[in-house]
Each structure stands twice: as C-alpha cells, then as structure tokens.
C-alpha cells in the first residue's frame, strides 16, 4: 500500500474513508488510508482482498488521492465505472462503461464494479471516544411504535429509576444494546460513565484484565498501573453484553464485586470500593447454562434483578419502515450522497413480510447494501437480497413447532397456523416461550450461515456477527458437527 508522501496535502484533516464491498446479501467495510494508491484483488498480497471468482489476482487500483481514481489493471472481467446518464433516462436505467488498462476519477459514493463485485467509497463513521467513558445519553433516534416495545420502554424507564441489576433477553440483533443505554440515560446515574463491554469479544486470558484492571509489574509488560471497566464504570453503569459468554473463572471474581461492591486490581492488595450498576444481555438461555454448569447459579440471581425483553423485529413489523428509512438515511451520508433514495412500495412491502432471524442487524445490512446498490431515486426489489424475496416471509419452522410445543403441546403444534405464531395463551411464561425460539432460531441461523460461507467457521462467525469461539460454543451446544472446509 502507497501511503505517498507524508505532508504533501491537507487530507488528513478531512473525514476518514473506506470501501464498502458488496458480496452477496452481506456489505463488507475496509478503511482506507488518507492518501495513497490501494490494490485490490483476489490475491492474498493485495491491500483489499475481493475473495469473488470474478476479481482477477491484481485486478485495479484505487488512487485515494485527491481525486478519487480507479484504474484497471488488466483484469480477466473488466472494471466497470457508472456512464453519465442524462435527464431523459429513467431511474432504472443503469449504464456500465468498462474500463481496460484504464482509470477514471470517481466521486464519493459513486460505484465501481470489479468483475461481478460492487464496490464503492464512502464516509466512515465518527468513531466513538475510547479513552473515556461518555455520558450514556439515550439515542435520539431509537425507534419505538409496537405496542410491546411501547411497554418494554416503559417498563425499563421504572426499573432505571432504581439501582436493581437488569439483565435484557432477546434474539441476536434486537437492539439490546440500545434499551441497556436507555437504561442508563433515564437512572439517577446519567449524568456518570457509561461502559461497555462484549464479553465474546475478547480470550478469556485479556477479558479479566480488562474488567479488574492491574497494578504495575503484576505481569511481564505491566509498566504501569491501569483501572479495569469496573473502576472505569465507578458512579454509573456498566452494560456486559453476551453474558452467558462469561468464563466461569470471571463469573466467580463478578460475584465478588456484585456482592461486595469492591474490586482487585490483577496484581493488587487492597480492594477498591466502587459503586456502579450493572445491566447485562444475552440471546442464551441462562437457566439452561446454570443448569448444564456453564454458568453460576447465584451469579445468575444477582444479575436478574428483573428481566426485560425484547420481542423480535418479526413481532414489530411496525417499525421495519422507519427504521429502514432512518438506516438508508445514515448509509447515503456516509456514501456522499446528498439525498437518500426513497423506499419503493414494493420494496418495503418485501421488507415487511421478511421474517428477519438477524433481526434490526440484519436489516441495518440489508439496507445498506441497498445504498451501494440503488441506481435511481427509488430503492426497488432488485435492490434486496434474493433470499429476501425467497420464501423467508416466516419464522423458521423449527421455532414454530417449538413455539407451539410451549403453547400446548403436540395437539397445538398440529393447530399452529403455519405462516403466524400464535400468542402465548393467558398465564404463559414468556421468558420462558422466548428462550426456546430463541435456540431454535439461532440454530436455524447457524447452520444457514455455515452453508453461506461452504463450511469456514471462521467466516460463518462474522455473518452472524460473533466470535468463533462463541460459534464453536453453540455448535457443540446444538449438536452440530464442526464442518471441514469445503474447497471452492
């Protein structure tokens, strides 16, 4: 990679950039450097690997500069760049011109082909303060209109007003992240540090470090003394995502500090007393996990104070067009656009009869892969993924039958309308009846996303948005063999 030289324009003041890659249904996102030339390919040497069969080894370069300018680089499949299109033509004509051993300057936003893969250059996002903890404001744009989201809000706004551990259940991708924020933003501690931390992200061997923090010298490379998230969180809140991802030697020091309310430094002698409030998620089954021995039973209670949950995004359909307008917004300003495309009727009526097992993540990345893709004013159905349009307009089978099972047994199943599932009857558990669709689903989405990426755990990991070896965890938990990787 060229980064040019140093000094010799004013580019990095100005916002960082990257590529948004179309593969299939899913949008991957590369950062770019401030100034430079950038080569992509299918080869492992290039500074952007494009992993499709119709990206030649060295195919082009992308010149950061400014301007903008790909050039081919005698590509088997050809580079494509948008022709300049006239009033006259209609938002459905979309016209390629193919560039070979040529380049052409291109402009934010604008797309570029390389071979059958859509490519473009847009704004990264402002990323968020590391150093320090920020306020935990509620977002301003969360969207709320289903009448169960309606009650989950409220509810969560009178749990927030005490100091009870919360612990948020739903399926992957609901937006749990967004209510441990409201949380936090409507308690007497909103004004204190709002932290967070994935506890999938991270090996074991650095998650406890990072929530208790060490002293200096108390292992090899320890120059100075550092605060852990729980001293960090001191006088407000501290949101640990994925819970049930917690390894039990963590689980046993957590305990402590939650009774407690002091932490050890790594290395340390003397507790520190903190005072914070704990909320944490999780799309497993925890009462399942205490009862397997994968995750303490009391630190299990200290954390259910009290359970909110978040219905799926196929139980709110109600909320699919706002929030698909309010993600097509935020994608077109990140590609340069200065005004977003509208939804098509036909487009959102596809949207909302989706079953959405990846729930608002997977329409986030629906949408913006749209954005890259819309040619005209309107975001049409060819815009979509296929899969969209191909018979998910249902919840998996395995959590309708599961479902119906908690509703009432074999006969209920046998009644179950097939393409709806039926309310739970007066007095059902819900928490309960959630956790069992929510097992059936995820296993659903696990095997589906290891036949999307021919068996590599590694890339079925990233589709679905964890870590691999939270994806090991569940394949062992759901029975399903650990498959080889398939050649392409």
């Known amino acids: 990679m060229d980064e040019g030289a ?22 991957t996102f590369v950062p770019l450097p401030p100034r430079g030339s950038v080569v992509l390919g299918r080869d492992e040497g290039c500074d952007v690997r494009v992993d499709d069969r119709s990206v030649s080894r060295r195919h082009a370069v992308l010149h950061v500069g400014p301007p903008l300018r790909i050039e081919d680089l005698g590509s088997a499949n050809g580079t494509f760049i948008d022709e300049q ?38 704004r990264a996002p402002a990323a968020p303060p590391v150093e320090e903890p920020d306020g935990g404001d509620a977002p301003a744009d969360v969207v709320v209109r289903a009448p169960a989201m309606v009650a989950l809000y409220e509810q969560a706004a009178r749990a927030a007003r005490s100091s009870i551990s919360v612990l948020i259940l739903g399926e992957t991708g609901v937006g749990k992240e967004v209510l441990a924020r409201t949380v936090h933003a409507r308690s007497p501690r909103a004004g204190g540090p709002y932290v967070e931390l994935s506890c999938a992200a991270l090996p074991p061997s650095l998650l406890e470090g990072e929530l208790f923090g060490h002293e200096k010298s108390a292992f090899t490379g320890a120059s100075h003394a550092r605060p852990g998230l729980l001293e960090s969180a001191d006088g407000g809140t501290l949101f640990l995502d994925e819970i049930g991802e917690l390894p039990l030697a963590c689980q046993a020091k957590l305990l402590r500090v939650l009774e407690d ?7 340390g002698r003397a507790p520190r007393r903190i005072d914070l409030r704990f909320v944490a998620a999780t799309n497993r089954d925890l009462e399942a996990e205490v009862a397997r021995g994968a995750f303490r039973q009391d630190l299990y209670f200290r954390l259910n104070g009290i359970s909110l949950v978040v219905p799926p995004l196929r139980e709110r359909a109600c909320e ?12 077109c300003r990140h590609l ?4 977003a495309p509208r939804i098509s009727p036909e487009a959102l009526a596809v949207l909302e009869a989706y079953a959405w097992p990846g729930n608002v993540r997977e329409l986030r990345n629906v949408i913006e892969r749209a954005a890259v893709l819309c040619a005209g004013d309107s975001v049409l159905p060819g815009d979509l993924p296929p899969h969209l349009q191909g018979g998910g307009s249902r919840p998996p089978p395995a959590a309708d039958a599961v479902a119906a099972r908690a509703a009432g047994g074999e006969d209920a199943e046998r009644r179950a309308p097939a393409d709806t599932l039926a ?25 589906e996303a290891l036949e999307q990426s021919a068996g590599n755990q590694t890339r079925a990991a990233k589709l679905l948005g964890i870590s691999l070896r939270t994806l090991i965890n569940r394949l062992d938990e759901y029975g399903i063999p650990r498959p080889r990787k398939r050649p392409p």
């Open 320 to 331: 699919i067009a706002p929030l698909a307008r309010r993600f097509l917004e935020e994608a």
């Open 6 to 27: 140093p000094g010799d324009d004013a580019r990095g003041s100005c916002p960082p950039l990257r590529l948004a890659i179309v593969a299939g249904s899913t949008v």
């Open 423 to 447: 309310p739970p009857p007066p007095g059902e558990d819900a928490i309960a009846r959630l956790r069992l669709q929510m097992k059936a689903v995820d296993r659903r989405r696990v095997l």
């Open 261 to 267: 309310r002091k932490v050890l430094r790594l290395g």
């Open 336 to 339: 340069g656009q200065r005004r």
């Open 85 to 122: 299109q006239v009033a006259a033509l209609t938002a459905r004509t979309h016209r390629l011109r193919r560039l070979s051993r040529d380049g052409a300057e291109i402009a934010l936003g604008e797309r570029f082909n390389l071979g059958a893969t859509t490519i473009a250059v847009c």
